[in-house]
């Protein structure tokens, strides 16, 4: 990893984000579901963009011109009290400028991915600990909207609003609170369902890989906000087709309250609620 490599990375990072911004926006008047999959094309070939960097012609621009060799300084010391004999060398200035982009590129990675990967491991394991619902209302609210076969809806104190994780048939999490307030579970299923049948979370994963690979692009980090915000008002739009829109509207509402899930799952699960700014589109 090289400076040139890190600004040919974000030169054309930019690019591709730019365009799959660009025509998502164009496309406003559109349904949410239809931007939502132009930013999923983006991030899919925002993933292969590298391949294409090492098998694809490069970018040679002078300002990409390689970094010269590492600079050398002489070095003597005069021993004492042996007058006249001095021993002298040649060693590197500091560290190459090379491995200095290599590693401040494989901290960001690591950083992201690395929460990202955390998030995870506490979904599962709340998964694991916690009970599956049974409650009446909510058993035949899943049964009645088709849910998956296979589709997990657990309980668990963690979570303090609905969240929905993991491949097909996929995990949905619920709050104790919530699943004690049965008129929530029509909504809150048809959205968390939504996502599981949309397979959202497979590109929100595939949208954080890209944002770890890219991290130093403004670009990336604004293209995988765009694509959370659509892929919400997406399974929003799939969830008023099953049931009254007004009353969906005071759910959502009601579970605003609930946002602040814990940092290291809301980056590895798809929430009901979503951020403060997109809730109040919503």
């Given amino acids: 990893m090289t400076w040139q490599l890190i600004l040919e990375l974000l030169l054309k990072s930019g690019i591709v984000a730019c365009v799959g911004l660009g025509l998502s926006a164009l496309s406003a008047s559109r349904p949410a579901a239809e931007r939502a999959a132009i ?3 983006t991030v899919c070939i925002l993933l292969v963009l590298p391949v294409f960097l090492w098998i694809g012609p490069r970018l040679e621009l002078a300002l990409l011109a390689a970094p010269a060799a590492p600079e050398t300084r002489t070095w003597s010391l005069d021993l004492q009290p042996l007058a006249g004999i001095a021993v002298s060398g040649e ?3 500091s560290l190459p400028w090379t491995v200095i982009a290599a590693l401040i590129y ?3 990675l ?5 929460r990202f990967l955390l998030g995870v491991w506490t979904l599962r394991r709340w998964s694991e600990t916690g009970r ?3 409650h009446r209302v909510w058993t035949e609210t899943l049964a009645r909207l088709e849910a998956p076969q296979g589709a997990r ?3 668990t104190p963690h979570v303090r609003a609905p969240l929905s994780w ?3 048939p996929g995990t949905i999490l619920v709050g104790e609170d919530c699943v004690r307030r049965a008129e929530t579970a029509e909504a809150v299923l048809a959205h968390e369902l939504a996502h599981i049948r949309r397979g959202d979370w497979i590109f929100a994963l595939l949208s954080r890989l890209a944002l770890a690979l890219f991290w130093f692009n403004p670009l990336v980090w604004l293209l995988h906000a765009h694509l959370a915000a659509r892929t919400e008002e997406a399974a929003d739009a799939l969830a008023v087709d099953r049931m009254d829109h007004r009353t969906y509207a005071r759910v959502l509402v009601d579970l605003a309250s609930n946002l602040a ?3 290291a799952t809301g980056r590895a699960a798809l929430g009901m609620t979503g951020s403060h700014a997109s809730l109040a589109k919503r």
């Fill in 153 to 155: 809806l657990i309980a």
């Fill in 261 to 263: 899930n814990p940092s």
């Fill in 91 to 93: 060693g590197p200035a």
């Fill in 166 to 168: 993991g491949l097909p």
């Fill in 132 to 134: 599956p619902v049974s």
């Fill in 39 to 41: 930013l999923r094309v």
């Fill in 106 to 108: 494989a901290s960001g």
């Fill in 110 to 114: 690591v950083f992201i991915a690395g």
